[in-house]
Nanobody, 126 residues
Framework: QVQLVESGGGLVQPGGSLRLSCAAS?????????IGWFRQAPGKEREGISC????????HYADSVKGRFIISRDNAKNAVELEMHSLEPEDTGVYYC??????????????????WGQGTQVTVSS
């Protein structure tokens, strides 16, 4: 079973940028897994915000982040990264990555994914 580790969170001012990384631990390869990024704001449910399919490389974004976030694969690092731009206070939360075999499911529903990382905190505040 793949094990994922998130990194790159932190405190950033509104309008700023961050890059998150989701790396597979050990010798496990992400080649056969779609990787999703999720966030959970205080008092809210976890929501899927982006996903990258394994086979065709298709990307998926929630409307709330479309045009501001970019998901990509770094094969050299065996990782999937999430570039976040034009950050807003509403983007604050704990960001998680998780895996599902091959293709991203429509809507990026959290229950479909497994191998959740421990999460990384992103705080957007002045």
């Amino acid at each position: 079973q793949v094990q994922l580790v998130e990194s790159g969170g932190g405190l950033v001012q509104p309008g700023g940028s961050l890059r998150l990384s989701c790396a597979a631990s050990g010798t496990f390869t992400l080649d056969y897994y779609a990787i999703g990024w999720f966030r959970q704001a205080p008092g809210k449910e976890r929501e899927g915000i982006s996903c990258l399919s394994a086979r065709d490389g298709r990307t998926h974004y929630a409307d709330s982040v479309k045009g501001r976030f970019i998901i990509s694969r770094d094969n050299a690092k065996n990782a999937v990264e999430l570039e976040m731009h034009s950050l807003e206070p509403e983007d604050t939360g704990v960001y998680y990555c998780a895996a599902v075999r091959f293709q991203c499911p429509s809507g990026i529903p959290p229950p479909i994914f497994s191998s959740w990382g421990q999460g990384t905190q992103v705080t957007v505040s002045s």
